[in-house]
């Protein structure tokens, strides 16, 4: 069974930056699209950040200028690189793959963001 793995959240103070990656503990096959989603305390879980074969990366308006989602193909890995981060951003945090029918969810990983 394949798990995702993601690293890197923590806290970090308002406009600071932390960047997330996230691996699979083995091949993939055919992977269509990867990407992150964020889940805020009482609220759904959002899409963030996503990449897909062949398309531009897809960001949520609210992050958009200031989060950076990249994909290592031959890695099968992750990364999403927040910058100017602000509360609003604080969350537990999703890596997502989609490949061959199937979808993956990692653990999640918290991101807290102080004023």
């Known amino acids: 069974q394949v798990q995702l793995v993601e690293s890197g959240g923590g806290s970090v103070q308002a406009g600071g930056s932390l960047r997330l990656s996230c691996a699979a503990s083995?091949?993939?096959?055919?992977?269509?699209?990867m990407g992150w989603y964020r889940q805020a305390p009482g609220k759904q879980r959002d899409l963030v950040a996503s990449?897909?074969?062949?398309?531009?990366?897809n960001y949520a308006d609210s992050v958009k200028g200031r989060f950076t989602i990249s994909r290592d193909n031959v890695k099968n890995t992750v990364s999403l690189q927040m910058n100017r981060l602000k509360p609003e951003d604080t969350g537990v945090y999703y890596c997502?793959?989609?490949?061959?029918?199937?979808?993956?969810w990692g653990q999640g990983i918290q991101v807290t963001v102080s004023s």
């Open positions: 997502h793959v989609y490949g061959a029918g199937i979808d993956y």
């Open positions: 083995r091949s993939i096959f055919s992977i269509q699209a």
């Open positions: 990449i897909s074969s062949g398309n531009p990366p």
